[in-house]
């Protein structure tokens, strides 16, 4: 089993042998291309977004700037929305479900290291998988850490340190991160704690 193959297995591996110093360095490039497009080519970037990205579905959106290590490992639903400033190290596989929408500054961290110093000196480290599931919200400066889920419908308040898995249908926010409360049908008519919508289009 060389280093890429244990990587995507989850098991130690060093990060520049068997190719994945190139592999990362081509993502790298795209990367590059996509941060700095113009606005107005916006077509040209999605498609781009599409070479970079291991599965994305219809309308999909990522503000730049955009930082991922492989691209290839990263897996979006339909309507996905990320805004500025969105990171994930893709070491391991991160898969996101449909309508996701990704505040500024989140980042979603699948890389770790040993914690004992003379076994993180031999240059292992390891990648564990993120799942985040369909209508998840992520707020503002949030962080999910290697091997957690966020189950449907979840919305993770600003400034979180996931590191522990968040049932569906649920707030959750705190570092670390601890469910706040069930989302229930009474905050279908509330667009911001206890106000109202002044509208009827939003059922």
Request: aromatic fraction near 10%; glycine fraction near 10%.
């Amino acid at each position: 089993m060389d280093q890429k193959q244990r990587m995507l297995s989850g098991l130690p591996y060093k990060a520049w042998l068997d190719g994945l110093e190139e592999e990362r360095l081509e993502n790298k490039k795209k990367i590059y291309r996509f941060n700095h497009m113009p606005p107005e080519e916006w077509d040209s970037r999605e498609d781009l977004l599409r070479e970079i990205l291991g599965k994305a579905g219809r309308n999909v959106h990522i503000e730049p700037p955009f930082h991922c290590d492989y691209g290839y490992n990263i897996e979006v639903g339909d309507n996905f929305f990320a805004n500025y400033n969105l990171v994930i190290l893709d070491v391991g596989k991160v898969r996101i479900g449909d309508n996701a929408q990704i505040a500024p500054n989140v980042a979603l961290y699948t890389a770790g290291h040993p914690v004992h110093p003379d076994s993180r000196n031999t240059g292992y480290e390891y990648g564990i998988g993120i799942t985040i599931g369909n209508n998840v919200w992520l707020g503002g400066n949030v962080c999910v850490l290697p091997g957690v889920t966020i189950g449907d419908n979840a919305v993770i308040g600003a400034g979180s340190v996931v590191t522990r898995d968040v049932p569906a249908n649920c707030i959750a926010a705190g570092n670390p991160c601890r469910v706040i409360r069930s989302i229930t049908e009474k905050d279908r008519d509330f667009y911001f704690r206890d106000r109202r919508f002044d509208v009827v289009d939003y059922r």
